[in-house]
Structure formats: C-alpha cells, structure tokens
C-alpha cells in the first residue's frame, strides 16, 4: 500500500431498506468528516464521462493510506449534483434528477449492503439485506415509497407505477451498496442510486457507480461500517472542494 502523506494528498487534489430514514444528509457533515476513517474517491476527467477511477484512502495515525484503485464507471451522461452531504457550491452546475443518466456528484454515505446470497462471508463488516424476488426498487416520484427498495410481501397496497426488479437475471446486482443520495426522497431528485458490479468497463449505467465482480469483492472485504466510510465523486475540477472537510 501506498502512504499518502497528508502534504502530499493536497498537492494532488488540485484544481436501500423499505422505509429510509428522512435524516438530512448535509447535517450529518461536520461530525462525520472528523469520524471518517474510510473514503471511496470516485472521478472522472470531466462532468459528461461515463469513464471513472476508484481510489479507496483509508485514515492512519501518519495521514491516509491508499488501500486500492481501479475503473469505475458511472452514469452513461456523466455527472450532476447531488443531495447528499454535500457541500455548498459557487457555481449553478447541472442538478442530479430523475432519469438523466447521470450520477450524483458531492458527498454520500452508504446505506445497506445486499445481495443475491443467503449471507455474506466471515470478512464483510457490514449490515447485509438478502434480495428475492419479492423485492422491488420504486422510481416512480408519485409513489410514497419513491427511492425506496421493498418487499412487496410485507407492502399492504401499491400506488407505483415504475420500478426496478432488485434479483436480476444478470450479476450486476449481485452485490451492491445503497449510496444515499437524496434520502429526503424528494420526488423528481433521482432515485435507487447504488454501487454495484459493471456490465463492463465500456458501458455506462443509468446513475449509480458500478466496478467489476473482482473489485467489488476487494471493495467488499475492505469496508467497515465501523469507521463511517463515504462516498465522494465528482469529476477531477471539484476533487478538492470535496475532499477539503476530510483532508485538510
């Protein structure tokens, strides 16, 4: 692994469960940029490519490690601005909503880890949901359970017209990671975004970030819910602004 030394890192940084909690993401910044021990630095060249890298940085008593990094991609259309924990900008860039293709940029926590398996290994540390087929992830903005995923077993009456299948025929959901943007489930803002496994590397999503079957496992064995990992992608311009409340 590579020691990043905290002077170092800065010259480089130029330039879901059925009922989600409604807690503000940008409230829970300035305590969590102080307990954050994990980060997964996602970024692209520019805010219309698809095409990204994944640098995992994790926080030691001599600054952050590097634990790994590797390709990603993101949504088809590139980047828009999130509603996470992310922080104020000075430009009006393009806001993430509803079926744009893109990815959110800023700064997220990570929600539930799931799954086509029973259950996960003895080396994951994270809380784990099993999907079925019973599961349904809901992208309708009129619906009361908009950017939730649920059971529709334990779901009394539906009112959604749109949604996404969680056990797909493919791997892609295999594993993947809620990434919470827009946890306030705000209608119309962008919905049932995750990090999961690719198609391939040359295809782009339809806004969640997504690394391939050998990653994620890396990815998989590294994360601890313990340490308050974070999300934070955006294209290279705005690497520093987000990174600034956690190294500094």
Same mark, same amino acid.
């Given at each position: 692994? !590579?020691?990043?030394?905290?002077g170092l890192l800065c010259l480089n940084i130029q330039a879901c469960t059925q009922v989600k909690s409604?807690?503000?993401?940008?409230? #829970?910044?300035?305590?969590?940029?102080?307990?954050?021990?994990?980060?997964?630095?996602?970024?692209?060249? /520019?805010?219309?490519?698809?095409?990204?890298? @994944?640098?995992?940085?994790?926080?030691?008593?001599?600054?952050?490690? +590097?634990?790994?990094?590797? !390709?990603?991609?993101?949504?088809?259309?590139? %980047?828009?601005? /999130?509603?996470?924990?992310?922080?104020?900008?000075?430009?009006?860039?393009?806001?993430?909503?509803?079926?744009?293709?893109?990815?959110?940029?800023?700064?997220?926590?990570?929600? $539930?880890? @799931?799954?086509?398996?029973? +259950?996960?290994?003895?080396?994951?540390?994270?809380?784990?949901?099993?999907?079925?087929?019973?599961?349904?992830?809901?992208?309708?903005?009129?619906?009361? %359970?908009?950017?939730?995923?649920?059971?529709?077993?334990?779901?009394?009456?539906?009112? %959604?017209?749109?949604?996404?299948?969680?056990?797909?025929?493919?791997? $892609?959901?295999?594993?993947?990671? *809620?990434?919470?943007?827009?946890?306030?489930?705000?209608?119309?803002?962008?919905?049932?975004?995750?990090?999961?496994?690719?198609?391939? +590397?040359?295809?782009?999503?339809?806004?969640?970030?997504?690394?391939?079957?050998?990653?994620?496992?890396?990815?998989?064995?590294? #994360?601890? $819910?313990?340490?308050?990992?974070?999300?934070?992608?955006?294209?290279? *311009?705005?690497?520093?602004?987000?990174?600034?409340?956690?190294?500094?």
């Open positions: 692994m !590579k020691i990043l030394l905290l409604n807690q503000k993401e940008e409230a #829970l910044l300035p305590k969590n940029q102080e307990l954050t021990q994990q980060i997964i630095l996602v970024e692209t060249e /520019g805010w219309n490519n698809f095409k990204a890298s @994944m640098t995992l940085l994790e926080k030691h008593e001599n600054g952050w490690i +590097e634990a790994g990094r590797f !390709k990603a991609v993101i949504g088809k259309k590139g %980047f828009g601005i /999130g509603k996470g924990k992310t922080r104020q900008f000075d430009h009006n860039y393009i806001q993430k909503v509803e079926g744009d293709g893109k990815s959110p940029a800023g700064i997220f926590s990570l929600g $539930q880890l @799931m799954g086509y398996a029973p +259950e996960t290994d003895e080396k994951v540390h994270w809380d784990y949901r099993t999907l079925t087929k019973n599961d349904l992830g809901i992208d309708d903005p009129a619906s009361l %359970f908009y950017n939730q995923v649920i059971d529709t077993t334990e779901v009394k009456a539906t009112d %959604f017209k749109s949604f996404e299948t969680m056990r797909r025929k493919d791997n $892609q959901y295999k594993w993947l990671y *809620e990434i919470n943007h827009n946890r306030e489930n705000i209608p119309g803002m962008g919905s049932l975004i995750f990090l999961h496994i690719w198609k391939n +590397e040359k295809t782009g999503t339809a806004g969640c970030t997504a690394i391939s079957e050998e990653n994620f496992k890396i990815l998989r064995h590294w #994360l601890d $819910q313990k340490k308050n990992p974070v999300i934070i992608q955006g294209p290279k *311009e705005l690497k520093a602004h987000l990174l600034q409340d956690f190294i500094n």
